[in-house]
């Protein structure tokens, strides 16, 4: 069975499926790139609960966990199976290490998940379910969660993390064409990729304190918080890969990165 690796992708707005670009353009080539998994674990950063909770469910529904957007965002689906034999080792793997886990009997796919599996996996045949974040435990918590999932690596598991490298939707530039990147946001994202290239774990955890700019790209941890559960699952001698980069709307980054 062929090892798979930890990712971390940056969704982007929901509108993702129906948009033209550069992101857009990485994630419909990623997953001819990184092959078929046998089943794929994502963690969102639209699920967050008081502790983790795994998803069971057999046929996961595609949520639109979303307002305002045009009508032909809400009739979109990913029907991809569930993967409630995974839910089952992800709680196991998890309990081992004194996480302790619910098991979810409905919860369906948000748009953390489906939008981005849709133009990487559009056949949506590769059986698929969710972990739940805290993200009031913070970044050290996450990278013990990745630490635990690490053997469904071998198991032929994609462990997918799904959030943003940048996120503070209060300052999206709406306007025509393609907004310049703005320059507290490129420093933030240089910083942040030279940390995750130079294994600077300590940094990375204590991005909120070190990061230049910190606080203006992440008001809430929660969109940065996937990262952390993939560094941990790709381990201390993984070789990070930083897979794509790009800003939309001036202020959200696009980054992807790798790690095996």
Known sequence: MKRQPSIFVSHGSPTLPLERGAAVDFLRGLGGALGRPE???VVSAHWDTARPAVSAVERPETIHDFYGFPPELYRLRYPAPGAPRLA???SGL???KGLKTEID???GLDHGAWTSLMLMYPEADIPVTQLSIQSRLGPAHHVRLGEALRP???EGVLVFASGGATHNLGEL???RGSPVPQPWVVEFNEWLATA???RRAEDLVGYRDRAPHAVRNHPTDEHLIPLFVAVGAGGPDAA???LHTSISSGVISMDAYRFD
């Open 196 to 198: 995750i290239l130079a």
């Open 240 to 242: 990070p890969q930083r």
């Open 88 to 90: 089952g080792r992800v």
């Open 39 to 41: 089943s794929i674990l």
């Open 105 to 107: 009997p409905g919860r």
């Open 173 to 175: 530039r709406f306007q």
């Open 94 to 96: 998890l309990e081992a």
């Open 152 to 154: 469904l690596r071998d």
